[in-house]
Each structure stands twice: as structure tokens, then as C-alpha cells.
């Protein structure tokens, strides 16, 4: 089983600084996977990231970034230049290798404010 | 357009009245899931389908059903709601879970049960 702890429950910026969102997991797993989900004030859940726990390189996708650290099972999402449609609800998710579910965290709230 | 849909959008009903949230997906997925969301829980699967006539229980599947006749549904139903039950319901659908390919999220349902 996976667990997940994000524990920045809500986080207020201003437009253009920069952002980080914790995530540390757990898992039993040796082979996992882990997502990032954003899910914007209209309710849906986007697609972020899928990231396979073999390549621990970080991942560099216009103003967002990933840092993974095996080591201290992290999973950081980080933001650059924040913008007020950053705004949103954003969780980080596990899974096991052929598993049936993510796990999801309880979500960070970003407020980016203009 | 590839897509995850579910309906109603929103729903209110009362105690013990059966009920049903549909869900479609146009993209051949074999996989489907539903997951409900509930504040400060981030979101917990409710049942999974692997294929057609494949159905299994989640981490929360009290008082729920499903059933998978078709590839394409995998409708969502309580048979005698409770006030426990209101909640943020979400159907996904993902093209191989033996590889964790990322899920394609429906719109949401909102449910509240009086």
C-alpha cells in the first residue's frame, strides 16, 4: 500500500514568485510510479506528470518542475514565475508498479494572488 | 475529442432513493474507476474495472455498486443513499494499467444526499 503526505495544506503567493509543493510517499513497492494531478477551481482533475521511480532524473516542462529524491522518498513540484491560473488545488499520487490505484494525498491549495 | 463523461453534474436526492451516476468513455480504455472526494481526504477509489465484466472493490466501497456490461460505461450506483455518501464523485478511465498510464478524469458529479 501506498501513503502520501502533503503537508502544505494551503499556500498563498503573489504572481511571479516562485513555489515549491511538498510531496514524501511511502510505499512497499520496489518499482512505482508517481503522478501529479492539478485540479482548478472549475473542479476537473488535470494531468500533470507520470514519473517512473527508476529514472530520478528531474523533469523540466515550461515553468513547472519536478525534483524526485529516491532517497528521501520526495517528489517536489515546484513552480517558477507563479501565475494567478497556477491557482489551484494540486495532488501528488503513487502507485505501484501494475497497481490499481493511485494514491492520493489531501492536496495542496495554491492561491496565487495578482 | 477523447473523453470521460459523466452525468448528472450535480445531484440532490434524499435518503434511501437509488440512484445512478453514468459514466462514458470514447477512448477504447479497458480500464475504469470511480473515485469519490471528500475535503481534507484527497480522493479514495471507490470500485475499478479492469475490462468488460471485471469489476473490483477499492478502498471504499461500502454501499456502492457498479457494473461493466459494455467497454465504454461503468455506471456508478446507491442503491439506498445515506448523508455519508454526499460527496465529489469522479469517474476515470486509463488506456493500461499494467504500465500505470496516467487516468483520464470525468468532470466530477456533486452529490448530496439529504
Known amino acids: 500500500a501506498q501513503k502520501v503526505t502533503q503537508a502544505q495544506t494551503e499556500i498563498s503567493v503573489v504572481e511571479k514568485e516562485d513555489v515549491t509543493l511538498d510531496c514524501v510517499y511511502e510505499t512497499r513497492d520496489t518499482t512505482y ?4 494531478y492539478k485540479q482548478p477551481p472549475s473542479g476537473e482533475l488535470v494531468f500533470l506528470i507520470r514519473r517512473n521511480s527508476f529514472d ?12 524526485f529524491q529516491k532517497s528521501t522518498s520526495s517528489f517536489n513540484f515546484t513552480i517558477t514565475a507563479s501565475q494567478v491560473v497556477d491557482s ?3 495532488f501528488c499520487a503513487p502507485e505501484g508498479t501494475g ?8 492536496g495542496t491549495r495554491l492561491q496565487v494572488q495578482p | 475529442e477523447a473523453q470521460v463523461t459523466q452525468n448528472p453534474r450535480y445531484l440532490i436526492t434524499v435518503t434511501g432513493k437509488k440512484l445512478t451516476v453514468t459514466c462514458s468513455q470514447n477512448m477504447n480504455h479497458e480500464y475504469m474507476s470511480w473515485y469519490r472526494q471528500d475535503p481534507g481526504l484527497g480522493l479514495r477509489q471507490i470500485y475499478y ?6 469489476t473490483d472493490k ?4 461500502e454501499g456502492y455498486k457498479v457494473s461493466r ?3 465504454r460505461n461503468f455506471p456508478l450506483i446507491l442503491e439506498s443513499p445515506s448523508p455519508n ?11 493500461d494499467r499494467a504500465t500505470n498510464e496516467k487516468l483520464f478524469f470525468g468532470s466530477g458529479t456533486q452529490l448530496s444526499v439529504l
Not at chain 1, 56 to 67: K, P, T
Not at chain 1, 99 to 106: D, N, P, Y
Not at chain 2, 85 to 95: D, K, P
Request: proline share 2%; charged share 20%.
Open chain 1, 88 to 90: 489551484a488545488v494540486y
Open chain 2, 85 to 95: 455518501q454526499t460527496s465529489l464523485y469522479f469517474c476515470a478511465s486509463s488506456h
Open chain 1, 33 to 36: 510510479y508517481l503522478f501529479w
Open chain 1, 56 to 67: 530520478e532524473q528531474n523533469e523540466i516542462s515550461g515553468r513547472y518542475s519536478w525534483n
Open chain 2, 49 to 54: 474495472s479492469m475490462n468488460v465484466e471485471v
Open chain 2, 58 to 61: 477499492g478502498d471504499v466501497p
Open chain 2, 69 to 71: 456490461k459494455e467497454k
Open chain 1, 99 to 106: 497497481r490499481r490505484a493511485l494514491t492520493f494525498g489531501s
